[in-house]
């Protein structure tokens, strides 16, 4: 991509899980002269899901927005597009994730995720599920941060250990850059 292909787009597909979905809609951005710069994909219940972020030239975005809605009218899909621009990195100190599990009680995933916004500390990933065990439902969860340069990791992590006690979790923080 040269330096006029800056435009961004961040397109969103959610519909009923079945086979060839990815291709058909890698297939639009590609005859639509698009890069994929990054996507996520899950299958929640019965649904897929689709998220891509999209590079290249105002010509380019433009025919995507254009011919999305009819594809996905076409695959049964329902289908969003926000314009967006090249993410601007903080001063982080380090890259984490953190890794948790317990019985599934309402309110845990709500209270780490305000213990971490009360930190300033931002999410770039979250991942939650939950599985039966021994006739019990449990949940996990993994979360990937960046610690601002501000944050004290280590008292971080201590604040965290009372919060994971009162919320009877098991977990593992994990440096990965």
Not at 48 to 54: A, H, K, R
Not at 120 to 126: A, D, H, M
Request: glycine share 6%; charged share 25%.
């Amino acid at each position: 991509m040269t330096m006029h292909a800056n435009h961004q787009l961040v397109l969103t597909a959610i519909g009923e899980d079945r086979s060839g979905i990815v291709g058909e809609l890698t297939q639009l951005v590609s005859d639509c002269n698009c890069n994929i710069i990054d996507s996520r994909i899950a299958i929640l219940g019965n649904e897929f899901t689709f998220i891509m972020l999209l590079v290249g030239d105002m010509a380019s975005i433009s025919r995507v927005e254009h011919t999305l809605p009819a594809k996905g009218m076409e695959l049964g899909l329902l289908t969003m597009m926000k314009r967006t621009s090249s993410h601007q990195q903080g001063e982080y100190s380090a890259g984490y994730t953190l890794e948790y599990e317990g019985l599934d009680t309402p309110g845990t995933l709500s209270k780490v995720t305000r213990y971490f916004a009360a930190q300033g500390v931002n999410i770039c990933s979250l991942k939650s599920d939950t599985f039966e065990q021994e006739d019990e439902l449990h949940m996990r969860c993994e979360l990937e941060f960046n610690i601002p340069v501000d944050v004290d990791i280590d008292n971080f992590k201590v604040q965290f250990e009372d919060l994971s006690h009162s919320l009877n979790v098991d977990y593992i923080f994990r440096r990965i850059r």
